[in-house]
């Protein structure tokens, strides 16, 4: 059994932006010798928003379904188990079981049209 990791190394190549389409977001599973990380990236324009996919609350992943982690408007990301929002810009929870917490950001950046993890 592998154990759940909260960080991946900086560099790694996740592939083209237009993976996520604009205002939508994409899970990540990525596979390392030290275990398995999942995360999530949402996208605004060329702007992109990467979050730990655990929440705070009680440790789940946010979606129950493949890659829904905004509410129907799109306006903030939504826990599928206990209805926790948070700022999509910051991970601030902004409603529901977790207040004052926030989602543990995962830096990732746009670099030559390809989503990738930063420092």
């Known amino acids: 059994m592998t154990d759940r990791l909260t960080t991946t190394p900086a560099g790694v190549k996740l592939g083209p932006l237009d993976l996520i389409p604009d205002n939508t977001a994409r ?3 990525l596979q390392m010798r030290a275990g398995r990380f999942h995360g999530f990236v949402v996208r605004r324009g060329d702007a ?8 705070p609350h009680m440790g789940l992943p946010l979606a129950q379904k493949l890659d829904e982690y905004l509410s129907p408007d799109a306006s ?3 826990c599928s ?3 926790a929002l948070f700022h999509i810009e910051d991970g601030a929870c902004v409603g529901g079981p977790c207040a004052g ?3 543990t950001p ?3 950046t746009v670099v030559d049209g390809m989503l990738t993890t930063g420092v």
């Open 106 to 108: 995962w830096p990732v």
């Open 76 to 78: 903030v990301i939504a």
């Open 81 to 83: 188990w206990h209805s």
């Open 48 to 55: 992109v928003f990467g979050y730990v996919d655990r929440c």
């Open 101 to 103: 917490q926030r989602l």
């Open 27 to 29: 899970n990540f599973v």
